[in-house]
Protein backbone atom coordinates (compact mmCIF):
# COMPACT_ATOMS: atom_id res chain seq x y z
CA UNK A 1 0.00 0.00 0.00
CA UNK A 2 1.36 2.99 -0.80
CA UNK A 3 1.77 6.39 1.34
CA UNK A 4 -1.14 8.09 -0.11
CA UNK A 5 -2.94 5.24 1.28
CA UNK A 6 -1.95 5.97 4.92
CA UNK A 7 -2.62 9.55 4.60
CA UNK A 8 -6.87 9.42 5.16
CA UNK A 9 -6.93 7.33 8.20
CA UNK A 10 -4.03 9.16 10.19
CA UNK A 11 -5.79 12.15 9.11
CA UNK A 12 -8.76 11.00 10.81
CA UNK A 13 -7.35 9.91 13.70
CA UNK A 14 -5.85 12.54 14.45
CA UNK A 15 -8.76 14.59 13.93
CA UNK A 16 -11.06 11.80 16.92
CA UNK A 17 -7.89 12.80 19.16
CA UNK A 18 -8.79 16.66 18.57
CA UNK A 19 -12.32 16.07 19.57
CA UNK A 20 -11.70 14.15 22.46
CA UNK A 21 -8.80 16.61 23.83
CA UNK A 22 -10.84 20.02 23.03
CA UNK A 23 -14.27 18.31 24.47
CA UNK A 24 -16.01 21.04 27.17
CA UNK A 25 -16.14 20.55 31.00
CA UNK A 26 -19.48 18.79 31.92
CA UNK A 27 -21.38 20.86 34.46
CA UNK A 28 -23.52 18.88 37.13
CA UNK A 29 -25.91 20.74 39.10
CA UNK A 30 -27.09 19.61 42.48
CA UNK A 31 -29.86 17.58 42.64
CA UNK A 32 -31.41 18.43 45.92
CA UNK A 33 -30.13 20.28 49.20
CA UNK A 34 -31.07 20.90 52.88
CA UNK A 35 -29.62 22.17 56.19
CA UNK A 36 -27.08 20.35 58.38
CA UNK A 37 -27.08 22.01 61.25
CA UNK A 38 -26.32 20.49 65.00
CA UNK A 39 -29.68 19.79 67.01
CA UNK A 40 -29.79 19.93 70.91
CA UNK A 41 -29.03 16.48 71.12
CA UNK A 42 -26.08 16.46 69.02
CA UNK A 43 -27.56 14.65 66.18
CA UNK A 44 -28.00 16.52 62.31
CA UNK A 45 -31.52 18.20 61.98
CA UNK A 46 -33.07 19.86 58.63
CA UNK A 47 -35.10 22.25 58.74
CA UNK A 48 -32.77 25.15 61.02
CA UNK A 49 -31.99 27.63 57.86
CA UNK A 50 -33.90 30.46 56.28
CA UNK A 51 -33.97 30.95 52.23
CA UNK A 52 -35.34 34.16 51.72
CA UNK A 53 -35.98 35.51 47.84
CA UNK A 54 -32.87 38.12 47.56
CA UNK A 55 -33.66 39.66 44.50
CA UNK A 56 -37.25 37.91 43.80
CA UNK A 57 -35.61 34.79 43.29
CA UNK A 58 -36.55 31.24 45.38
CA UNK A 59 -34.08 28.58 46.69
CA UNK A 60 -32.18 26.74 44.16
CA UNK A 61 -31.71 29.42 41.76
CA UNK A 62 -27.96 28.76 41.96
CA UNK A 63 -27.51 27.36 38.36
CA UNK A 64 -25.99 30.76 36.12
CA UNK A 65 -24.05 33.40 37.10
CA UNK A 66 -24.93 37.36 37.05
CA UNK A 67 -28.41 35.97 36.28
CA UNK A 68 -29.87 38.27 38.58
CA UNK A 69 -31.02 35.36 40.58
CA UNK A 70 -29.07 34.15 44.00
CA UNK A 71 -30.08 31.81 46.58
CA UNK A 72 -30.17 33.73 49.93
CA UNK A 73 -28.90 31.55 53.26
CA UNK A 74 -29.34 33.28 57.07
CA UNK A 75 -27.24 31.67 60.25
CA UNK A 76 -29.72 30.64 62.53
CA UNK A 77 -29.61 29.35 66.40
CA UNK A 78 -30.39 25.83 66.14
CA UNK A 79 -30.68 25.37 69.10
CA UNK A 80 -32.60 28.22 70.13
CA UNK A 81 -29.62 30.47 71.73
CA UNK A 82 -26.32 32.41 69.71
CA UNK A 83 -23.73 31.34 68.34
CA UNK A 84 -25.71 31.54 65.15
CA UNK A 85 -24.76 29.05 62.39
CA UNK A 86 -24.97 27.67 59.11
CA UNK A 87 -23.93 24.48 57.27
CA UNK A 88 -25.97 23.31 54.08
CA UNK A 89 -25.82 20.46 51.78
CA UNK A 90 -25.92 20.45 48.31
CA UNK A 91 -26.18 16.98 46.88
CA UNK A 92 -24.83 16.20 43.41
CA UNK A 93 -25.48 12.27 42.25
CA UNK A 94 -24.01 10.27 39.81
CA UNK A 95 -21.66 12.46 39.33
CA UNK A 96 -19.24 11.11 36.32
CA UNK A 97 -15.80 10.01 36.78
CA UNK A 98 -12.83 12.33 36.33
CA UNK A 99 -11.23 15.46 38.04
CA UNK A 100 -13.90 17.02 39.63
CA UNK A 101 -14.06 21.30 40.14
CA UNK A 102 -15.97 22.79 42.71
CA UNK A 103 -17.33 26.54 40.68
CA UNK A 104 -19.36 28.85 42.93
CA UNK A 105 -20.01 32.87 43.10
CA UNK A 106 -21.08 33.99 46.20
CA UNK A 107 -21.10 37.34 48.72
CA UNK A 108 -22.08 37.57 52.31
CA UNK A 109 -22.89 40.54 54.93
CA UNK A 110 -20.33 39.98 57.44
CA UNK A 111 -18.04 37.00 57.83
CA UNK A 112 -16.69 34.11 55.87
CA UNK A 113 -17.73 30.96 54.89
CA UNK A 114 -15.95 28.17 53.60
CA UNK A 115 -16.85 24.67 51.71
CA UNK A 116 -16.23 20.98 52.20
CA UNK A 117 -17.01 17.87 50.53
CA UNK A 118 -17.59 13.91 50.76
CA UNK A 119 -17.42 11.30 48.12
CA UNK A 120 -20.74 8.54 48.58
CA UNK A 121 -21.43 5.68 46.18
CA UNK A 122 -24.28 6.06 44.08
CA UNK A 123 -27.26 6.51 45.67
CA UNK A 124 -26.02 5.84 49.37
CA UNK A 125 -27.76 8.04 51.81
CA UNK A 126 -26.26 9.20 54.39
CA UNK A 127 -23.98 11.98 56.49
CA UNK A 128 -20.99 10.21 57.74
CA UNK A 129 -17.77 12.12 58.82
CA UNK A 130 -15.20 13.51 57.92
CA UNK A 131 -15.85 15.75 55.43
CA UNK A 132 -12.99 17.11 52.95
CA UNK A 133 -12.17 20.83 53.61
CA UNK A 134 -11.97 22.62 49.58
CA UNK A 135 -8.74 24.12 49.44
CA UNK A 136 -6.15 23.48 52.31
CA UNK A 137 -7.70 23.50 55.16
CA UNK A 138 -11.22 23.95 56.91
CA UNK A 139 -10.05 27.62 58.29
CA UNK A 140 -9.43 28.56 54.72
CA UNK A 141 -12.16 31.45 53.84
CA UNK A 142 -13.59 30.48 50.03
CA UNK A 143 -16.68 33.19 50.14
CA UNK A 144 -15.37 36.63 52.42
CA UNK A 145 -15.68 40.33 52.46
CA UNK A 146 -12.61 40.68 50.25
CA UNK A 147 -13.57 38.19 47.54
CA UNK A 148 -17.15 38.46 47.43
CA UNK A 149 -18.66 38.59 44.41
CA UNK A 150 -15.44 36.43 42.46
CA UNK A 151 -16.59 33.05 40.60
CA UNK A 152 -13.89 30.48 41.88
CA UNK A 153 -13.00 26.98 40.91
CA UNK A 154 -11.40 24.73 42.74
CA UNK A 155 -10.18 21.27 42.48
CA UNK A 156 -11.40 18.63 44.96
CA UNK A 157 -10.16 15.23 43.35
CA UNK A 158 -10.17 12.38 40.76
CA UNK A 159 -12.18 9.74 40.72
CA UNK A 160 -12.43 6.56 38.73
CA UNK A 161 -16.20 5.85 38.85
CA UNK A 162 -19.38 7.62 39.17
CA UNK A 163 -20.20 9.19 42.98
CA UNK A 164 -22.28 11.06 44.66
CA UNK A 165 -20.89 14.14 45.92
CA UNK A 166 -22.52 16.23 49.08
CA UNK A 167 -20.81 19.73 49.45
CA UNK A 168 -21.17 21.43 52.53
CA UNK A 169 -21.41 25.26 52.92
CA UNK A 170 -20.28 26.05 56.51
CA UNK A 171 -19.58 29.57 58.69
CA UNK A 172 -16.09 30.42 60.16
CA UNK A 173 -17.36 32.25 63.31
CA UNK A 174 -17.71 29.74 65.62
CA UNK A 175 -16.66 30.44 68.97
CA UNK A 176 -18.19 29.84 72.52
CA UNK A 177 -20.94 31.30 73.84
CA UNK A 178 -20.36 33.42 76.31
CA UNK A 179 -17.26 34.91 74.84
CA UNK A 180 -15.21 37.48 72.62
CA UNK A 181 -15.73 35.13 69.45
CA UNK A 182 -19.36 34.50 70.55
CA UNK A 183 -21.44 34.75 66.80
CA UNK A 184 -24.25 36.48 68.08
CA UNK A 185 -25.82 37.54 65.15
CA UNK A 186 -27.07 36.22 62.18
CA UNK A 187 -25.00 36.15 58.64
CA UNK A 188 -26.37 36.56 55.29
CA UNK A 189 -24.75 34.76 52.15
CA UNK A 190 -25.92 34.76 49.13
CA UNK A 191 -25.13 32.55 46.43
CA UNK A 192 -25.26 33.12 42.61
CA UNK A 193 -23.84 30.10 41.19
CA UNK A 194 -22.34 26.41 42.87
CA UNK A 195 -22.05 23.13 40.53
CA UNK A 196 -19.25 21.15 39.89
CA UNK A 197 -17.42 20.23 36.58
CA UNK A 198 -15.32 17.30 35.54
CA UNK A 199 -12.38 18.89 34.00
CA UNK A 200 -9.03 20.18 34.70
CA UNK A 201 -8.56 22.80 37.59
CA UNK A 202 -6.40 24.13 40.22
CA UNK A 203 -6.37 23.57 44.03
CA UNK A 204 -7.72 26.85 46.05
CA UNK A 205 -5.57 28.23 48.38
Not at 34 to 40: F, K, L, P, W
Not at 134 to 162: H, M, Q, R
Not at 164 to 188: E, I, K
Amino acid sequence: MTARHFAWPVVGFLLLIGSISTSPAQDIFASYEQDRQISGGGQYAVGGHVCSPCGGSSCGSTHVAFDGLSECLIETEPNGSAPFVLEHVWVFQNVPAGSLCLTFNGTTTDENFTFLYRLFNVGQEGDAFPYSPVGNNTSSPLIDLDSSGETKTCALTTTSAAKDVHVVLMDLARGPCPGAQCDQFATQVNLDLLKITVGSCSHCP
